[in-house]
């Protein structure tokens, strides 16, 4: 939509100023050439006025990172924060260009900075911009960690699932009764004398395993089905993705 | 002229002192005290709240000297951009000489308000036990102090009235501070801890909720649940401003219902904040008390989407002050725009400072407001951009500004439709608000953007710049322009030696200086660090533990990291750390 151009000069002794701009739409000229920043990370910038030229000096940790490499103009129109990322490879002959990350064709840089866009890219963060208190940033960061967590749920025999936010609820207990009474109607004839299926309870689930009642399962991160109320609570809403109340009859393998 | 005077000496001193009485700000009550020496005098007995707005201008020695029958003190340590992470830590600001030298003349301290502090639970157990009549503790933004120095406060404040912590970072070790509040302290008014990370006792805090009939000002923190604010309000429905801890629930409980219901019954709630934990669907528990808010805080709730926010603010009629996060979106700002007539003061911060976030608010939203709002008076605007057009729009909109500060989250992004510097709309800024006082700028800038602040900010008093300007030039236009500035700091910009000394007389009419990542060198700092024996000019390296061999290597043509200057009536401090060299 907006696209930013600024003009930077690049001095010859590249090792000692690298010039790059902070915006969106990283375009910058170096006569004649043009340069496309793709990613970098973990840069401190200094803003160095010289008499001549404006010039950024730039100190990383990393000496690959701050390669400059040739890409053609308008490769990453997609808007950017100023903490994109953007890598510097300093590439000025074509045959060095690493074949998974060559910035010559267009359609090869819009894929990286897709994939860039996928994983969490390398920030490169000015020290102390924006100005907000760490007290904030902490709260922010902490708030980050506990969104809701809704997950599908699943009962075998139901027409349609239904969705549950696990952070509604700090014990097993309540999700019981709230499952309970979520699929209650699903479940008329076969509720225990409570009038509600009460799948959390140990005693019942040895019952329940050897009878055509229901058992709990969920998948966990790393795509494997368990049953429900071994670990914490905590660890348990960290790591379910989702839940499948299963028939007991099909349950008795994850005993 | 002879007979005036006469007529002003008939006056008893008990009569100047009832007349003084009515001079409550510091500023006329200083005045008052240049007039003669029999008003100096009278004064200086007769004041009871000194505010100092430097901790290392004045000693404590001198305050009490000055100020014999002080009652409440104001303290401020470190300077802003400490917030930033631009300070290194244990720079300084301490308070415990000034408890201790305050403890050691019987002052009767009642109130004891610091910012940007380091607070120690030792400061904090000899504060309690000083001062019989101690009323009143507020905390902000300062460190170094543990929950166990909270129950100190507690078990030996008989009196306390207010006990607010606001973004403090402290060392919990498990709320049994709240225990700590004796059965007979019934004189609570205020107490906000919503910056606490552990638990608390709910039960403690329950009975000293229900003791404290006189409690206006409630703030919890995120470990407190909802079912306990529930039952708290049903103590205390008398409450003026609350703080909600964890707000999630299931909807469809008893506990949300019952909670729903003691909202109803708290008539008197103008203030509300908190939201720490919130899930979006329990909001509609609030929108009761929603009619007659005049501030509103849900900057710490990142949780609550866009248009639940919206449909949050249409109940908002009568906001004056709102503190709101960018998630709410240009559309949310202009449903606010439509909705708070009655805005004075709004907020908008950056959900996601690091992210390759998606634009959430935009120069659109700041005109709707601007164009929404007749009363805006200060505002603070973290944008994705900004364009010199919405800039000029504002300006016109609202001449009222007090205070302005735009932060771009690029900070050296141009216009976004022209591609030019920002300076045109910034000097429509302070061209249009006469009266503002207090500006911070940022995206691209050039020196023509200190030019119109210099010329037309006749009554700044705070500038902030970072990564801005061209040259010595544009300090030079706001030094010499800005008449009544009293801080000014300065971030990565290229300003250096020359605008730093060409008039070094100024910076005593300041309260400070703050240059880092500039272009001045050591020696410049030290030219005038010796030409002018009544600032404290500090120069601050970056690594706490080498600077000795840092320095030595320092020449004085080197450009110095971080200089931080003040005016002082007491030289050069003695508690400076290694790291900071008062030249």
């Keep these: ?44 910038f200094h803003w160095n ?13 990393d000496v690959e990172e701050t390669e400059l490499r040739l890409g053609l103009p308008g490769a990453g129109d997609k808007k950017r924060g100023f903490e994109e990322t953007v890598d510097l490879k300093l590439n000025l002959s074509s045959k060095d260009a690493p074949s998974d990350q060559t910035h010559f064709q267009r359609e090869n840089v819009t894929d990286d900075a897709k994939t860039s866009s996928a994983k969490p890219p390398a920030k490169a963060q000015v020290v102390g911009w924006p100005p907000v208190r760490s007290f904030r940033k902490n709260v922010m960061a902490r708030s980050a960690a506990e969104e809701s967590a809704f997950v599908k749920v699943s009962m075998d025999g139901a027409p349609y699932l239904r969705k549950v936010d696990l952070k509604m609820y700090k014990t097993y207990q309540e999700l019981s009764d709230a499952l309970g ?10 509720c225990d004398t409570q009038g509600m299926l009460d799948f959390m309870n140990e005693s019942k689930l040895m019952d329940l395993l050897n009878s055509s009642d229901y058992v709990p399962t969920y998948e966990d991160k790393d795509g494997d089905w368990m049953l429900v109320g071994d670990v914490p609570w905590e660890m348990f809403v960290g790591s379910c993705k989702r839940l499948r109340i299963m028939k007991g009859t099909e349950a008795k393998g994850l005993g | 002229m002879c007979l005036s005077q006469s007529v002003m000496n008939y006056f008893p001193e008990e009569v100047l002192e009832h007349v003084f009485d009515f001079v409550t700000s510091h500023r006329d009550r200083n005045a008052v005290s240049l007039v003669c020496k029999s008003w100096y005098n009278v004064e200086k007995f007769s004041r009871e709240k000194v505010f100092i707005g430097n901790c290392y201008a004045v000693n404590p020695e001198r305050l009490i000297a000055r100020f014999p029958r002080l009652r409440s003190l104001s303290l401020k340590g470190k300077p802003h951009f400490a917030d930033f992470n631009l300070m290194p830590h244990d720079w300084g600001g301490h308070v415990y000489p000034w408890i201790e030298a305050m403890s050691k003349s019987r002052i009767n301290l009642e109130e004891l308000r610091l910012k940007r502090m380091v607070v120690s639970d030792e400061s904090l157990e000899l504060l309690a036990k000083s001062f019989p009549n101690f009323k009143s503790l507020v ?50 008014v205020s107490l906000n801890f919503s910056c606490l990370k552990g638990e608390v006792n709910v039960a403690a805090l329950e009975r000293l909720v229900a003791r404290c009939r006189n409690l206006r000002s409630l ?19 008398q409450l003026n401003d609350l ?37 979006g669907r329990c909001l509609p528990a609030v929108y009761p008390i929603c009619a007659s808010l005049t501030a509103l805080n849900l900057s710490y709730a990142p949780g609550i989407f866009s248009n639940e926010l919206a449909k949050l603010i249409r109940h908002c009629k009568k906001i004056e002050r709102l503190w709101i996060l960018d998630t709410i979106g240009d559309k949310g700002l202009g449903v606010v725009a439509n909705t708070c007539k009655e805005l004075q003061e709004l907020r908008v911060f950056p959900s996601d400072p690091y992210g390759v976030g998606n634009a959430a608010v935009t120069e659109e939203g700041l005109v709707a407001i601007s164009a929404g709002c007749p009363k805006l008076n200060s505002i603070l605007y973290f944008c994705q951009q900004m364009t010199n057009a919405a800039l000029i729009t504002v300006a016109k909109n609202c001449p009222n500004f007090i205070r302005f500060r735009l932060c771009t989250l690029n900070p050296i992004v141009p216009d976004a439709a022209t591609n030019q510097p920002l300076d045109e709309g910034f000097g429509a800024i302070v061209q249009s608000c006469k009266g503002l006082t207090r500006l911070s700028v940022s995206g691209l800038l050039t020196d023509q953007v200190f030019l119109y602040i210099g ?60 240059m880092s990542s500039c272009q001045v060198t050591l020696g410049a700092c030290k030219t005038l660090a ?31 990291e971080k200089m931080y200057l003040y005016r002082t009536l007491v030289g050069p401090r003695t508690d400076a750390p290694d790291f900071v060299r008062t030249l």
Excluded at chain 2, 166 to 185: A, Y
Excluded at chain 2, 220 to 237: C, F, G, S, Y
Aim: aromatic share 10%; proline share 3%.
């Design chain 2, 530 to 560: 010796e030409k002018m024996p009544r600032l404290n000019v500090e120069i601050i390296s970056e690594n706490e533990g080498g600077a000795g061999e840092g320095e030595a290597s320092l020449d004085d043509r080197d450009r110095v």
């Design chain 2, 455 to 514: 010329m037309y900010a006749e009554r700044l008093e705070m500038l902030s710049i970072a990564f801005a300007g061209d040259s010595d030039k544009g300090m030079l236009y706001v030094l010499n322009g800005c008449k009544k500035l009293k801080k000014l700091e300065i971030r990565d910009s290229p300003f250096g030696n020359m605008a730093l000394l060409s008039d070094m007389g100024k910076y005593e009419t300041m309260r400070s200086l703050w």
């Design chain 2, 243 to 279: 703080g909600t801890g964890s707000f999630t629930h299931d909807p469809n409980s008893e506990t949300y219902v019952k909670l729903k219901n003691a909202m109803k019954n708290c008539h008197s709630i103008r203030s509300f904040s908190g939201f720490l934990d919130v899930n």
């Design chain 2, 139 to 188: 905390l902000v933004t300062c460190e170094g102090y543990t929950t166990d120095g909270l129950a100190a406060i507690a078990s030996n404040c008989k009196f306390l009235r207010e006990l607010d912590l606001q973004e403090n970072e402290v060392d919990d070790r498990k709320g049994h501070w709240l225990s700590c509040f004796p059965e007979s302290c019934t004189s609570l």
């Design chain 1, 181 to 190: 009474k979520m699929f209650s109607s699903f479940t008329i004839g076969k």
């Design chain 1, 49 to 61: 006025r010289s008499t001549m030229v404006d010039t950024v000096t730039i100190t990383t940790l």
């Design chain 1, 1 to 44: 939509m907006r696209h930013v151009s600024t003009l930077f000069f690049l001095k010859q002794t590249i090792s000692d100023y690298i010039y790059t701009p902070f915006s969106a739409n990283t375009l910058f000229f170096l006569s004649p050439f043009h340069y496309h920043i793709i990613n970098y990370s973990s840069i401190y």
């Design chain 2, 219 to 237: 703030r919890l923190n995120h470990a407190v649940p909802l079912e306990v604010l529930q039952k708290i309000l049903v103590h205390a429905p």
